[in-house]
Structure formats: structure tokens, C-alpha cells
């Protein structure tokens, strides 16, 4: 997934914004929380993303998958290549870190998106 597919695919989620953090990292976030990071001039250094327990431990048993610097601990991983992971499970896993950070959002957040 090149980089305007991904600002496409990321911005076409409700209520999703994008903006450049720590001077280079593209992030796509839902009410002002992160759900989405990636170098801002390319996808090919990787992307970040939330994820569950479980899943965080599936995919960190890949190759070219490891827990993401700083954020680990909070289940975030870093997919550092694209190709250990098809481009609908990429899809998918952006859309479930999406979700994830939606559900954390306080009440009040949530209904101004929707």
C-alpha cells in the first residue's frame, strides 16, 4: 500500500484526521488519539498500529513485524514490511486500530463523530 493509498484508505474513516508529528511521522488519528503512523513521505519504512492482545501476539511472531518503539507495551506494533501482511489484512488490522482508539474515545468525542 503506497502512501496515498493509505491517506485514502485512513481519511475515509469516519471523522479521521491526519497530521505530522516529531517533524516526519504522517499520523491518522480519531478524535486527536493516534490510530495509524507512518514515515510522511513514504509507507515504505513501515506502519504502525494498534491492535488487540491477541492479535499483537500473533503478529509479532512474523517476520518484519515487531512491537513498536515507545508504544509497545500499549499493544501497537510496527509493520516494518508491508509484505508480511496481505493488503486486505493490512486493511483490515488499520480499520481494527481504528475501532480500537474509537472505543476508548470519552462519550461526548464518539457523538460529534458519528
Not at 38 to 53: H, L, R, V
Not at 88 to 110: G, T
Request: hydrophobic residues 40%; glycine residues 6%.
Amino acid at each position: 500500500m503506497n502512501i496515498e493509498h493509505l491517506r485514502k484508505f485512513c481519511l475515509s474513516m469516519p471523522g479521521a484526521t491526519e497530521d505530522i508529528k516529531w517533524g516526519a511521522d504522517l499520523c491518522f488519528c480519531v478524535g486527536e488519539k493516534m490510530f495509524c503512523v507512518t514515515a510522511a513521505d513514504s509507507s515504505a519504512g513501515g506502519i504502525s498500529i494498534k491492535c488487540t492482545p491477541e492479535k499483537f501476539d500473533e503478529l509479532i511472531e512474523r517476520e518484519g513485524i515487531d512491537p513498536a518503539a515507545y508504544v509497545g507495551r500499549y499493544k501497537w506494533v510496527h509493520i516494518a514490511d508491508l509484505d508480511a501482511v496481505t493488503p486486505n489484512e493490512l486493511k483490515e488490522l488499520i480499520a481494527q486500530s481504528y475501532q480500537l482508539v474509537f472505543d476508548k474515545l470519552p462519550p461526548k468525542v464518539k457523538k460529534s463523530i458519528k
